[in-house]
């Protein structure tokens, strides 16, 4: 995009145009038209991807993501085969001597095709048969319970028809 500001500008074309033209802010425009002014089409090359270099080497992704395909519990995680943003920047610390945060395992994950998935957490001493008999007799009470489906109404102020009103009020069917 900037390199076609940079061709509209050596045809004279004004910063306002520009940025109607290729749909980008004024601000934009402008701030292209200086960098063009000052340094031709080479200042307005690409640098390249922003933010930080990826600090795990093409063999080391490679690594990575065959570990991941192996599972969790061949990595020392038994509770559940579940792959989490924490345990994969565990893993690569581990595994590469390198530090990764949370966010940065996940945009990693998803570099090379997984997502982190977040286990189910359920507590411990859970009794079983209590949550059945619970679901059968105190879940199917309150489900049943709500309002009767014809008195509902969308509005906390207003009723849901004009029954009782005077017939010059205010929605009262007067035409």
């Known amino acids: 995009m900037r390199m076609q500001a940079a061709k509209l500008f050596e045809q004279e074309v004004k910063p306002p145009e520009v940025a109607q033209c290729l749909r980008v802010s004024r601000k934009s425009a402008f701030r292209w038209h200086q960098l063009w002014r000052d340094g031709g089409a080479e200042a307005l090359a690409s640098r ?29 995680w038994v509770e559940d085969q579940v792959w989490t ?5 565990t893993l690569i610390g581990r595994k590469f001597h390198v530090s990764y945060s949370v966010s940065g395992a996940t945009r990693l994950m998803h570099r090379l095709g997984f997502s982190p998935q977040v286990p189910a957490r359920r507590v411990a001493e859970r009794a079983q048969e209590a949550v059945k008999l619970w679901k059968e007799a105190t879940w199917a009470e309150v489900k ?24 010059d009020a205010a929605g009262g069917g007067a035409g």
Do not use: M
Request: some cysteine; charged content about 20%.
């Open 48 to 76: 390249g991807p922003s933010g930080s270099r990826c600090r795990l080497s093409p063999y080391c992704l490679e690594k990575l993501a065959g570990f991941l395909e192996e599972g969790p519990a061949a990595h020392g």
């Open 85 to 89: 943003a924490a345990r994969v920047a």
């Open 144 to 167: 049943e319970l709500g309002r009767p489906a014809g008195a509902t109404s969308a509005s906390r102020t207003r009723q849901v028809s004009p029954v009782g009103r005077p017939e």
